[in-house]
């Protein structure tokens, strides 16, 4: 489909929210659920930051080593921090992402479709949509790490940094893009297929989660834009897709 059409799926995600009020809420709450986690995790790293620092080094005595001692233990509070902020994410991602992002691309798929993927949420599909979010949470965490840490040791630090970002960027915006042949209940082989045949779209889709700020927002309507992406390229009756997504724009009568 090409670079512009995944960053064309985010603005026709906004006619959607306009037809659907609910949508917001769902967005609000999506967004909500994380924050909360970040909360409560950073409140429980940041209370035993002592304790961890004191594995690692003693407090001392001498009066220069501990201003060295309280600046590595502001050093330690961010970094549980950051790791707060991950595992909260994987934790929303994998439990309470699947939950809401799906019911979000359910809407979305009503709307624009007039039809639902597999609507029925049975317990088993529900584990089914569980294991399949843990790969596509941890492979692009896993992925990017890496490549920021050769970024460190090899002189191509720039350039893997950039690539790094990059790489990101398409993980998130599959992980939207997936959520209805997830739902379909395709293999994992082949839905990264699907991925791999449209590798420029999706890096349109992803690299405006790369802005600080606006990417908040697209958390948040992420799988309104994701359903949309996957809706007009796979589903039959784009045509009647584009038609319905015209419609939205017009004013209700």
Request: aromatic share 14%; hydrophobic share 55%; with cysteine.
């Amino acid at each position: 489909m090409g670079f512009f059409y995944g960053l064309w799926c985010h603005i026709e995600a906004l006619k959607i929210f306009r037809q659907k009020k609910s949508l917001i809420f769902w967005a609000s709450l999506r967004f909500i659920t994380l924050i909360v986690l970040f909360v409560i995790l950073s409140a429980i790293a940041i209370s035993y930051n002592r304790e961890v620092l004191q594995l690692l080094w003693l407090k001392p005595q001498n009066y220069f080593l501990v201003i060295l001692w309280y600046l590595l233990l502001f050093i330690t509070s961010i970094i549980l921090m950051f790791a707060a902020g991950i595992i909260s994410y994987i934790i929303s991602q994998i439990l309470f992402g699947v939950l809401i992002a799906d019911h979000m691309s359910i809407l979305t798929e009503r709307i624009v479709a007039g039809k639902i993927t597999n609507p029925q949420m049975s317990l088993g599909h529900l584990i089914f949509l569980i294991k399949q979010e843990i790969p596509r949470t941890f492979i692009p965490l896993i992925t990017t790490s890496a490549i920021m840490v050769f970024g460190w040791i090899l002189p191509l630090g720039v350039v893997l940094v950039v690539a790094s970002v990059l790489l990101s960027c398409l993980f998130t915006a599959w992980d939207y893009t997936d959520l209805v042949p997830a739902r379909a209940l395709y293999s994992f082989k082949e839905r990264f297929g699907m991925f791999k045949k449209d590798i420029l779209g999706h890096l349109g889709f992803g690299l405006p989660f790369a802005v600080p700020f606006l990417n908040v927002l697209l958390f948040s309507m992420g799988p309104v834009s994701g359903t949309l992406f996957y809706l007009r390229k796979h589903k039959d009756g784009a045509s009647k897709t584009t038609q319905d997504l015209d419609s939205l724009s017009q004013p209700n009568g």
